[in-house]
């Protein structure tokens, strides 16, 4: 088992730039989330997804958009790349809400 | 306004002594308390979880309080080794169903 994964690892964009963080996992886990840790401010919810075909807010979310592609994959998009979005990404899988979760490497975002 | 507070201060630790971490909340009647490590660079790994009907957990040489009169949860790591060193982060959650809100974590640094 992979568990989550993530692509890519590092990424660079400019400002205004877009892209899509890719997220999947392996072990049937209904819900899905994602996190930024800045530091000093500890993981930072975005996004999640409770059960495939649901996405609500977190803490987080302007500037971010998601999409539950199926139970497997959760994927967040950057529509328009500003310098405040420079972070460690981290996508997360559970069975449930309040159950453990299980971390993907993080994508570490850098905005000029 | 709900707050889970984390010593951000690190901490510094003799190898094979007891590190104590504190978890304070204000504002939460959590459910269910957990704990995670993350190594620089690595994205969390879960350790524990808690109920608030339960005092106190074990797993190894880690072991978890959870007082919910003085709202603090306390993580003890006995017999600490260098491969302790980590950066500790509790969470917690309302209710069963509901999902996690991260504190801001504790480094830990255990001195051969």
């Known amino acids: 088992n992979a568990g989550v994964t993530q692509t890519p690892k590092f990424q660079v964009l400019k400002t205004g730039q877009s892209m899509t963080l890719q997220c999947a996992q392996d072990?049937?886990?209904?819900?899905m989330y994602w996190y930024r840790q800045d530091p000093g401010m500890g993981l930072r919810l975005i996004y999640y997804?409770?059960?495939?075909?649901?996405?609500d807010k977190g803490e987080v979310p302007n500037g971010y958009n998601v999409s539950r592609l199926n139970k497997r994959e959760f994927s967040l998009r950057l529509e328009s790349a500003a310098p405040s979005q420079t972070s460690v990404y981290f996508c997360?899988?559970?069975?449930?809400?309040?159950?453990?979760?299980?971390f993907g490497p993080g994508t570490r975002l850098t905005v000029l | 306004s709900q707050k889970i507070e984390q010593n951000s201060e690190a901490l510094n630790i003799q190898e094979g002594k007891t590190a104590t971490l504190t978890c304070n909340y204000t504002n939460y009647s959590p459910a269910y308390l957990q704990w995670y490590r993350q190594d620089p660079g690595r994205g969390p790994v879960f350790l524990l979880l808690i109920r608030e009907n339960e005092k106190e957990k074990r797993k190894e040489r880690l072991k978890v309080t959870f007082d919910t009169t003085l709202k603090q949860s306390l993580f003890h790591i006995t017999a600490s080794q260098p491969a302790d060193s980590a950066t500790y982060l509790c969470a917690l959650t309302q209710a069963a169903g509901n999902k996690l809100t991260f504190g801001g974590g504790t480094r830990v640094l255990v001195k051969p």
């Open positions: 997804s409770a059960s495939e075909g649901t996405t």
């Open positions: 997360a899988s559970s069975d449930s809400l309040s159950g453990e979760q299980f």
């Open positions: 072990m049937n886990h209904n819900s």
